[in-house]
């Protein structure tokens, strides 16, 4: 009996050693400043930032600064459908809606992560809302949900325009990350959101379960930080939701 319950007890304090060791590397981690050229890329004529303090606050109108079949026809951004090869297209159109984020300066990663809900989880860089990969209480994106998305791999909704996925590789997109480092957005956390490729172009091979890891951003000026990357795994076909995991840090409210 003696023989079982000593490495019983190894096994526990191996266990707490560990935790310790993961406790001191986010204490040293946490709190890194978001390179504040970051908000640069963002859609001035939809988004607003504002700073006060230790905290940034991101307004967008959700008017995207790219063509869609989503535009009412009398905008000049209105295109047909050229994705998908269908016209098939969810009710409403894009129209001015409003959504408001304030997230901290230095955001840090929380103990545990927190599941995303439906509606708005980020704000992307043309000012258009993120949404995660479910387009209802547990029903994931499927085949007929991506056939109603544009090349921006968004479609409409009652609570407005928003994208789920990585968008299309067509000639009409010249603006949204497809298959590079580009800013997408940032999430409710407060961590930002890249595009598949890390800043030397590579795929990155060290991120955890959201996408997530520590690393140099085009915008982080050679200092570390933790941000997001759309991971490069395609769900079905060739579609690549923007955020399927968990928020790794402290979820704010977007209204
Ligand atoms: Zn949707
Ligand atoms: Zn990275």
């Given at each position: 009996m003696k023989n079982l319950i000593l490495p019983l007890f190894t096994i526990l304090l191996l266990i707490t050693s560990c935790n310790d060791d993961d406790n001191t590397d986010n204490a040293t981690d946490e709190g890194i400043a978001t390179p504040l050229s970051a908000f640069d890329e963002f859609n001035q004529d939809a988004v607003t930032i504002s700073f006060n303090g230790n905290e940034i606050t991101i307004e967008s109108n959700g008017l995207p600064n790219h063509t869609s079949p989503y535009w009412p026809d009398d905008n000049p951004l209105h295109i047909d459908k050229v994705a998908n090869n269908t016209d098939v297209l969810t009710p409403g159109l894009i129209g001015e809606r409003s959504y408001t984020l304030t997230v901290s300066t230095a955001p840090e990663l929380a103990a545990t992560g927190t599941t995303t809900g439906l509606g708005a989880i980020g704000i992307s860089v043309t000012g258009v809302p993120i949404f995660n990969d479910q387009e209802g209480n547990n029903r994931p994106i499927e085949e007929v949900i991506v056939e109603t998305f544009d090349y921006?791999?968004?479609?409409?909704?009652?609570?407005?325009?928003?994208?789920?996925?990585?968008?299309?590789?067509?000639?009409?997109?010249?603006t949204l990350s497809f298959d590079d480092e580009k800013l997408v957005g940032i999430l409710s956390d407060g961590f930002l959101l890249y595009g598949r490729r890390d800043f030397d172009g590579s795929y990155p091979t060290d991120l955890d379960a959201s996408g997530g890891h520590f690393g140099v951003t085009p915008h982080s000026d050679g200092v570390e930080v933790y941000h997001y990357h759309i991971i490069n795994e395609f769900a079905f076909g060739n579609v690549i939701p923007l955020f399927a995991g968990q928020l790794q840090g402290t979820p704010n409210a977007i209204f």
């Open positions: 921006a791999g968004a479609h409409n909704g009652p609570s407005g325009y928003h994208y789920h996925i990585e968008s299309f590789d067509v000639p009409e997109n010249t």
